[in-house]
């Protein structure tokens, strides 16, 4: 049997965290860790929890989301542990702490208010690798990178991919699934796996989302 997917929450509404706490446990796929009122003991909650997904807020007191992400994966670096998947929740639709959460390693955002099913959607896609973004954002996510890009011309470190490599960068960074580059390159999702993995490690980026903000910072797209 599968084991379930290990979830925490860091967030400093205590309601919030009850609903959160009542909704994932009722799922038998997954397993409520624990959970933290700032971003302070969110991090050390990673530290004794291990969970697979956070879900991390942005504004908290003490420590902010953006911080407790970024030490969380450092520490994870540091140890050559497996990071966990850090899903940020926000109020907003698209703000400047959003973006930034984004930039610091978290794997998408949500707003507080979105649907139950896909909040618990949201944990399996990232586990199983793949990014998640508030659907009503994602275009002004996308605009917002656009706007901030630079001048152009590909980056140094592009150069290291091989052609194969940059076809499925094109079409990871426009938001393809693996089965759906597998389709479009006539190749497995095995095959397809292997070139994301060796494309983030010479790009020296986190995961998907990364990849995907990367190529809209460096208009690669």
């Known amino acids: ?3 379930p997917i290990r979830v925490a929450l860091v967030d400093d ?8 706490r009542m909704l994932v446990s009722s799922q038998p796929d997954l397993e409520y860790v624990g959970e933290a009122g700032d971003g302070r003991e969110g991090v050390a909650l990673v530290e ?65 208010d979105s649907d139950p099913e896909f909040l618990l959607a949201a944990i399996r ?6 990014a998640v973004i508030a659907p009503s954002a994602t275009r002004e996510l996308f605009e917002h990178f656009d706007s901030r890009a630079g001048n152009g011309g590909e980056p ?28 479009s390159e006539f190749v497995s999702e095995a095959t397809v796996k292997t070139h994301i993995s060796r494309i983030l490690a010479k790009l020296g980026l986190r995961d998907r989302v990364q990849l995907v903000v990367y190529a809209f910072e460096n208009r690669l797209v």
């Open 48 to 112: 004794s929890a291990r969970p697979d997904v956070v879900l991390m807020d942005i504004r908290m007191p003490v420590m902010d989301g953006i911080e407790s992400t970024e030490r969380i994966l450092a520490a994870a670096d540091a140890a050559r542990r497996p990071a966990p998947k850090v899903v940020v929740l926000t109020t907003f639709d698209l703000d400047e702490a959003a973006t930034r959460a984004i930039r610091a390693g978290a794997s998408g955002f949500l707003l507080k």
């Open 156 to 183: 140094p470190e592009f150069a290291a991919l091989t052609s194969r490599e940059r076809d499925i960068f094109l079409l990871a960074g426009r938001g393809l699934s693996n089965s759906e580059i597998a389709r």
């Open 125 to 130: 896609t990232v586990h199983a690798g793949t």
């Open 1 to 3: 049997m599968t084991e």
């Open 13 to 20: 509404q205590a309601l919030f965290r009850t609903g959160i």
